[in-house]
Structure formats: structure tokens, C-alpha cells
């Protein structure tokens, strides 16, 4: 079945370094949703990328989606302790039901 | 606007026994999903409903698991017995337009479940 995966599993940062993750699917995707899921807290909508090659910013928050709209990444520039979270990355998930395929996410850790 | 709700947060029950969550989602959106997110993996989709119809219940185990979503509105789901691999937080969310995968999901708080 279809699937998106997502890369790494895991990413310790120092408070300022930059991070990045990376999301790949086998198939092309109409559209490309991530979403921030805090420490015991639920997912939450940051953002959507319908274009192939689309760039969009939301402060220090980067996210691509490639040219042949089956990748996407998010980098985060300048890590901040509230960037701690898991971060998903989200596909269509085929038919016309507009349900979503999530990837495994990406924890990300910001040692002060 | 109020957001997604859904009870109860946390529920303890020991294998066999049956349990029920419940999610009321935001007033007016036409499509309610149900979700299962084993610790460390991202939300599974176990139920779609468009209004009060079922749209993709694919990977809803049907022989233990059920939902429903009476009026359009309200939406329960239940695990009847549950068995030890059902421990999960189990996540509604909902969306204004239906069969629409562009549609922004907004998610409850989720109901975390501990099998024993």
C-alpha cells in the first residue's frame, strides 16, 4: 500500500543548530501536509504544499516540496527549546476520500 | 471556535474487557476521522465518517472494533474485547469539507489507552 517515510527517527540538536527531516513517498503526492505533535499533545496543522518545487516559510520554519512532488523536507533554522516535538509529515492516501497516510515522524530533542 | 473534543483522556482496562471513546468535532465540519497512534509511529486511520456515512474503514479491525456516528455530529468508537496490542492513544480529528485530502485536520486531545 501506499506509504511515506519519513527520515530520521530521531534528531538530538544543540539550542541553535539547525534541523532538518525529510520525507519520501513512491508514489506522487497532489498535495503534502506536516503537522507538530508537542510532548503528550495531539498533531497540529502547520502547514500545506500543493506545487511541485514549492518553498514556503513560516519564521524560522522551511518546507520544499521536490520537483516531482514524491519528497519534502522541513528545516528549522536556529532550534529553540518550543521546537521540541515530534513532526509528521502527511500524504493523501489514494482514493477520493481525502484521508491522510502519516509518516512515522521525526522527534526532535533541543538540549538548552 | 472550540476545537475537537473527546473523552475520556485516559483509560485503564484489562484484556477482554470493552471500552468506548467518545469525540464531539468541530461544529459544522462534514468529516470525522478515527485514529490510532501506537507510541512511537505516526496516526493510523482506522475510520472515516463523511457526515453520518462511512467512507473508508479499511483498516478498522471489524472484529473487535467498531464506530459510529449518529446525526452526522457526534461520533463514538468502540473496542469490544480489547486485547493487550490495542494500547494506544487513539486520536479524532476533523475536517470542514468532505473527500477532500487538501482539507486542513484538526485533532482532538486523543484518549490514551492502557491495556493490561
Known amino acids: 500500500g501506499q506509504q511515506v517515510m519519513q527520515i530520521p527517527q530521531y534528531q538530538h540538536v544543540q539550542e541553535g543548530e539547525d534541523f532538518t527531516t525529510y520525507c519520501n513517498s513512491s508514489t506522487t503526492l497532489s498535495n503534502i501536509q506536516w503537522y507538530k505533535q508537542r510532548p503528550g499533545g495531539h498533531p497540529v496543522f502547520l502547514i500545506q504544499l500543493v506545487k511541485s518545487g514549492e518553498v514556503k516559510k513560516q519564521k524560522r520554519l522551511t518546507f520544499q516540496f521536490g520537483e516531482a512532488k514524491k519528497n519534502s523536507s522541513l528545516h528549522i533554522t536556529a532550534t529553540q527549546t518550543t521546537d521540541v516535538g515530534t513532526y509528521f509529515c502527511?500524504?493523501?492516501?489514494?482514493?477520493?476520500?481525502?484521508?491522510?497516510?502519516f509518516g512515522k515522524g521525526t522527534k526532535l530533542s533541543v538540549k538548552p | 471556535e472550540a476545537g475537537v473534543a473527546q473523552s475520556p483522556r485516559y483509560k485503564i482496562i484489562e484484556k477482554r474487557q470493552s471500552v468506548a471513546f467518545w469525540c464531539n468535532p468541530i461544529s459544522g465540519h462534514a468529516t470525522l476521522y478515527w485514529y490510532q497512534q501506537i507510541l512511537g509511529q505516526g496516526p493510523k486511520l482506522l475510520i472515516q465518517?463523511?457526515?453520518?456515512?462511512?467512507?473508508?474503514d479499511s483498516q478498522l479491525p471489524k472484529d473487535r472494533f467498531s464506530a459510529e456516528r449518529l446525526k452526522g455530529v457526534d461520533s463514538t468508537l468502540k473496542i469490544q474485547p480489547a486485547k493487550l496490542e490495542d494500547s494506544a492513544v487513539y486520536l479524532c480529528?476533523?475536517?470542514?469539507?468532505?473527500?477532500?485530502?487538501?482539507?486542513?485536520?484538526?485533532f482532538g486531545p486523543g484518549t490514551r489507552l492502557l491495556v493490561l
Open positions: 480529528a476533523s475536517s470542514l469539507v468532505a473527500g477532500v485530502s487538501r482539507e486542513t485536520q484538526y
Open positions: 502527511a500524504g493523501p492516501g489514494g482514493g477520493s476520500q481525502g484521508n491522510l497516510i
Open positions: 465518517f463523511q457526515n453520518n456515512g462511512v467512507v473508508d
